[in-house]
């Protein structure tokens, strides 16, 4: 899902492995814009690590066992987090920086995410047919029998909710407001999805295929898009609705324009790219290059990599606060679970 001041891809480990913490997801870091504060998990000691980008401050926040995501209500910007081990989410106090409730879910709760607009709260399950649905008012939770899913994309404007299976590669469309479903097609190892909510696409990346497959509300425009070996990760500019998909196994990025559905460009990246953040503001896309140890930075006008930069070791999720120079980098191996990418030195060209 792009949200307002952060852009993030939904994608999971493809084939780097898992950190020596367990599950990873790539909404592990997220960025609030109400308050401008990062939020980054450290699944070891089951606590959410609170940056205050205006202070530089650090506070640490228990959670559940073993949390795994994050997603935040950029209306109200409470935080939520899925606690993969306990089977519950934490909500978290923006301004406190506190747990305000512990919402009870299904087992292995996987995936996260918000509709700001509605205020409820979505929630995949590893080990259960449902999934969780949380109102944002009351903290209370709902299950509805979807089928496994393991992803969730959501385009709020339209109240819809995209469940992905991994491994059916069916897509669930949920009507937030009535809760009907209907299923699409996603495609066998469909792994990452991302949504233009101004043109109501899905882009769906499959890894089996190496390509992309874009969904409209008709299943009669769908069409799938080739792009590179093994592509996991998707991210939408929505002012300018190109999309890039991250090719794990070929290490480049593969620039589609969402108006046409043709791909335009092949920007090489650092090795086995995963993660993807979008700057709507400086129109620049981020590629965190897992088994690189980088983040490569792409210019969105000329589609061509600026610079490619230290991130840590094992990148695997980013966001970034739009407008800023500023990137935020999720590690999945080191004793830092987070650290600050400073781009300021190659944003010279988009102040």
């Not at 008709?218 to 792009?227: G, K, L, P, S, Y």
């Amino acid at each position: 899902m792009i949200c307002t001041g952060l852009a993030v891809s939904a994608a999971a480990q493809p084939a780097a492995g898992k950190p020596e913490g367990g599950v990873i997801n790539t909404s592990a870091i997220v960025l609030n814009p109400v308050v401008k504060k990062v939020y980054a998990i450290d699944q070891r000691r089951s606590e959410v690590v609170v940056l205050d980008t205006k202070t530089g401050t650090e506070r640490r926040v228990g959670v559940g066992a073993a949390p795994v995501s994050m997603a935040v209500n950029e209306r109200s910007g409470r935080v939520y987090v899925a606690n993969s081990s306990a089977g519950t989410v934490s909500v978290i106090d923006p301004l406190l920086d506190t747990v305000v409730a512990t919402v009870r879910v299904e087992r292995r709760p996987y995936s996260i995410a918000v509709n700001s607009a509605t205020g409820q709260v979505y929630v995949t399950n590893t080990f259960s047919d449902k999934t969780s649905i949380i109102d944002g008012v009351t903290n209370t939770s709902s299950p509805l029998r979807t089928g496994a899913v393991d992803l969730i994309a959501i385009d709020s404007a339209a109240n819809t909710i995209y469940l992905l299976s991994y491994e059916s590669g069916t897509v669930t469309v949920l009507d937030g407001a009535r809760l009907t479903m209907n299923r699409r097609e996603g495609g066998k190892h469909a792994w990452g999805m991302a949504v233009d909510e101004a043109l109501h696409t899905l882009y769906v990346a499959r890894l089996g295929t190496g390509d992309v497959k874009a969904l409209g509300q008709d299943a009669a425009e769908d069409t799938v898009i080739a792009a590179g070996k093994t592509t996991s990760s998707i991210a939408v500019n929505s002012k300018t609705h190109m999309v890039y998909a991250n090719n794990y196994a070929s290490g480049d990025v593969t620039v589609i324009d969402g108006r046409t559905r043709r791909a335009v460009a092949t920007v090489r990246a650092g090795e086995h790219p995963q993660a993807l953040a979008v700057d709507e503001i400086r129109n620049l896309i981020f590629s965190g290059n897992t088994l690189g140890d980088s983040v490569t930075v792409i210019d969105g006008v000329t589609n061509q990599a600026l610079a490619t930069l230290p991130a840590g070791r094992r990148p695997y999720a980013l966001a970034v606060e739009v407008g800023s120079s500023k990137l935020y980098v999720a590690n999945a191996v080191g004793e830092k679970v987070f650290r600050v990418v400073d781009t300021s030195g190659i944003l010279g060209a988009h102040q």
